[in-house]
């Protein structure tokens, strides 16, 4: 019996060195190494290529290389009665609350209009916000959402957190599914930290930032398939929004005659947010490898039916 990594980019090095150093009885193969699909019982994945889950039959637990899950359910070869896992990465956490952290802080510091500034060679001090005068809502209050939410709140911003239960975090006002329209209305600025389902699917579109006070500035470090591009964009011309950093897009590279990459109020960055680092999440992936292996309940369970 084995376990199989299926990336679409192919890179496995990495998590095969990782996964042999976590517990070295584990046999590690790819599709290229693997000689008898029937002999892989457990999958490890990010993207595998549309069609891989049919060709081995034998699979009991499919499990995602990241937080994000919503790459398994868009492949129609996923098996119906398999168990689904994610990892949870406290990097991966950490890397999150640096980058939003340090996106709120630029935008309230206005560093980008300095920027400007600078190649125009122009010396003009700008009025600014401080971190106690902002307040962060972050739509998505998970596990990410609320490392998020503390690092901002230590930082001093006035943080809400949106999700479908709500959630006990101190310092931190949490909101639940039908209190949306009032936690938007308070959010200056708008971290997406959602999971990508049916139902969250191009959330992030002009009927809900009309409920935004206006000129405020959205964080999409979620999915792509979170946001109505077209959106955006009269968002930003209608100034409803001030402007946008977003790190995820539908498709990525962002192709070329993209209008986001035209405009100087959006920042663009290549999706790196935060990234599985295969050494911090090596042991747990080897951990339910062996409870598989043995019958137990797997740890970081996802529930197909609500897709996260």
Request: hydrophobic letters at 40%.
């Amino acid at each position: 019996m084995a376990l199989l990594l299926i990336r679409n980019d192919k890179n496995y090095q990495a998590w095969i060195d990782a996964l042999n150093e976590a517990d070295p009885s584990i046999e590690v193969l790819t599709p290229e190494t693997i000689k008898d699909p029937a002999n892989a019982t457990m999958a490890i994945t990010w993207k595998a290529p549309k069609g891989s889950y049919a060709n081995y039959s034998n699979l009991k637990v499919i499990g995602s290389m990241g937080a994000g899950v919503d790459h398994l359910f868009e492949d129609p070869s996923l098996p119906k009665d398999v168990i689904l896992t994610r990892v949870v990465d406290n990097k991966l956490a950490s890397d999150m609350q640096e980058f939003v952290s340090a996106l709120c802080l630029n935008h309230i510091r206005n560093l980008k209009t300095y920027t400007k500034l600078q190649k125009e060679g122009i010396w003009k001090p700008t009025d600014y916000k401080r971190g106690k005068d902002v307040t962060v809502g972050i739509l998505g209050f998970g596990t990410l959402g609320q490392a998020v939410g503390r690092m901002l709140k230590d930082i001093g911003f006035k943080v809400l957190g949106w999700s479908h239960s709500k959630k006990k975090v101190e310092g931190i006002t949490s909101f639940t599914q039908n209190e949306l329209d009032d936690f938007l209305s308070k959010a200056e600025i708008l971290v997406c930290l959602l999971p990508l389902t049916e139902e969250t699917e191009g959330i992030l579109n002009y009927k809900l930032f009309k409920k935004l006070p206006k000129g405020s500035y959205l964080i999409n470090v979620a999915r792509g398939g979170h946001l109505v591009d077209d959106d955006l964009i009269e968002a930003l011309n209608t100034n409803q929004l001030s402007s946008a950093a977003l790190d995820v897009f539908h498709k990525e590279p962002l192709p070329e005659d993209h209008p986001f990459w035209n405009r100087e109020d959006v920042i663009i960055t290549p999706h790196i947010a935060s990234m599985s680092n295969a050494k911090s999440v090596s042991a747990q992936v080897a951990e339910n490898y062996q409870r598989m292996e043995n019958g137990e309940e797997l740890k970081n369970q996802v529930k197909a039916d609500r897709g996260y």
